[in-house]
């Protein structure tokens, strides 16, 4: 898949294209449905799909304080849409100057000009232009005048409410990272490079983890032991495996993992710190992916090593039973 970042990278010879706009942070259950439909149309039409996103998220630049954390950085969603079928991606770089263009301008510059849309693709909540003054109602309209048609993708719900990043965020601050799972379609991801930690997991408790520099802004469920799947690929500092361990790169392994500071020994730093079973290796300076699957308990203080290490045990045996893994 082509990744095109800013409007001047669009390849000057790109022909027809099916188009869907959104944010897109997740690509949950409700933007599968939106993606799946435009590559669909592009397939009907013989065109590419493409998939247009925004960096940083619109809030971020408005009201930085209120941003939201993400659910996933663009390349997890150039990933994610890779996997849709989506054939190119353009991130727009989301600023005041980009928020001044007026919907018009918008519908003209970007998806007639330089995008050649044949069909664009939104949810029923999309707005666009300056001040959101471009809505659902004024882009079907917009967009004819260019010879482009608009279809409008209804937004999903489940249990009676609508899927949402915002509904996805709310799941993983209260550690329901399965309720998480439902709206992604796939369990949530945090990644990061595995960097040294204080290092009594494996001195001093016997449980080594590989300890999560996590990316920033991504959300983190809320403090907490969890059942997940660790997963190391190449990093920032290194590309290839200890030829002494056992651990491979992409392939998914069960862990237990801990989120939040270490109460016990009165550390202040909030962690991902992950105990990968049955294995051991030196995964200092890869990237670890973390997907996270169910919660198993609450961050606890313990009255010394002792009762923390048979309470790691049975955290140990939840994660196999939570997995399925013996």
Known sequence: MDIWHGIDKVPADLGDTVVTIGVFDGIHLGHRRLIGRAVERARELGVP???MTFDPHPIAVFAPDRAPATLATWPRRAELAAELGVDAMLVLRFDRELAAVESEDFVRTILADKLHARAVLVGENFTYGHKAAGTTETLPVQAAAHGIDVEIVELL???????????????LADGDVAAAAECLGRPHRVTGEVIHGQGRGGAQLGFPTANIDVAPGLAVPSDGVYAAWFTADEGPERTGVDP???????VAYPAAVSV???????????????FILDRSADLYGLTGSIDF????RGMEKFDGIDPLIERMNLDVA????????E
């Open 49 to 51: 799909a493409v998939l």
């Open 318 to 325: 939840e994660t196999r039973r939570i997995l399925g893994v």
């Open 157 to 171: 719900a489940e249990g009676g409410d609508r899927v949402s990043s915002t509904r996805v965020r709310g799941y």
């Open 260 to 274: 939040g500071t270490n109460v016990t020994f009165g550390d202040t730093a909030r962690t991902v710190e992950a």
């Open 244 to 250: 002494d361990g056992d651990v491979e790169l992409g």
């Open 293 to 296: 699957v169910g919660r198993i």
